[in-house]
């Protein structure tokens, strides 16, 4: 369990943050951007989760816990991506159970006509809101994969999440004001 007495610790001041193993990056390291962006979508969901209750409610809760496993897993540089009790790493039953949150969304929606609009309602924008901050954080760290080791299960979590926050707009939508669709040229 993580304890935090005080909050401030004045290391950061020299424009550096402390990764997992000890070492140092500039705070603007193609790493801390991926965490940085994988933080900002743990707060969008947050906001999301403000606006619906239930089982989605507690879904965007476990999906705000993996994120910040995500975000250690990302704060342990190396390429030796399996988990132990000293490393946390996001692993296939993550990612799987993603994909089964998928179908299970999906499965009564009615296949797409158009490309849709964010919108409908308050908790769909707000979902879909987090769903473009969840595709930056996977571009962040698809970016920093270009240059040194990534979790493979990390970049397939965030792929599956984006996939998972469209389809329960979707299914939000469904519930009552409908997905906004798009009508190309509409204002020519």
Same mark, same amino acid.
């Given at each position: 369990?993580?304890?935090?007495?005080?909050?401030?610790?004045?290391?950061?001041?020299?424009?550096?943050?402390? !990764?997992?193993?000890?070492?140092?990056?500039?705070?603007?390291?193609?790493?801390?951007?991926?965490?940085?962006?994988?933080?900002?979508?743990?707060?969008? !969901?947050?906001?999301?989760?403000?606006?619906?209750?239930?089982?989605?409610?507690?879904? /965007? @809760? @476990?999906?705000?816990?993996?994120?910040?496993?995500?975000?250690?897993?990302?704060?342990?540089?190396?390429?030796?991506?399996?988990?132990?009790?000293?490393?946390? @790493?996001?692993?296939?039953?993550?990612?799987?159970?993603?994909?089964?949150?998928?179908?299970?969304?999906?499965?009564?929606?009615?296949?797409?006509?158009?490309?849709?609009?964010?919108?409908?309602?308050?908790?769909?924008?707000?979902?879909?809101?987090?769903?473009?901050?969840?595709?930056?954080?996977?571009?962040?760290?698809?970016?920093?994969?270009?240059?040194?080791?990534?979790?493979?299960?990390? /970049?397939?979590?965030?792929?599956?999440?984006?996939?998972? /926050?469209?389809? !329960?707009?979707?299914?939000?939508?469904?519930?009552?004001?409908?997905?906004?669709?798009?009508?190309?040229?509409?204002? @020519?």
């Amino acid at each position: 369990m993580v304890k935090l007495n005080k909050i401030y610790t004045r290391t950061g001041d020299d424009g550096t943050t402390g !990764l997992v193993d000890g070492s140092r990056r500039a705070k603007h390291d193609p790493r801390m951007a991926a965490i940085g962006d994988v933080d900002e979508l743990n707060s969008a !969901l947050g906001l999301a989760a403000l606006a619906v209750d239930g089982a989605t409610l507690a879904d /965007l @809760r @476990r999906i705000q816990n993996d994120l910040f496993d995500l975000g250690a897993d990302l704060a342990t540089p190396g390429d030796d991506f399996a988990p132990s009790d000293m490393v946390l @790493r996001i692993v296939s039953p993550q990612v799987a159970w993603l994909e089964r949150a998928i179908d299970a969304a999906n499965a009564p929606l009615a296949p797409l006509t158009s490309f849709i609009l964010p919108g409908g309602s308050e908790a769909a924008a707000r979902v879909h809101l987090a769903r473009a901050v969840a595709r930056r954080a996977e571009r962040a760290t698809t970016a920093l994969a270009d240059s040194e080791p990534v979790n493979p299960q990390g /970049l397939a979590y965030l792929n599956r999440l984006s996939d998972y /926050l469209f389809v !329960l707009a979707r299914a939000i939508n469904a519930r009552g004001e409908g997905d906004v669709q798009w009508v190309p040229g509409a204002n @020519r």
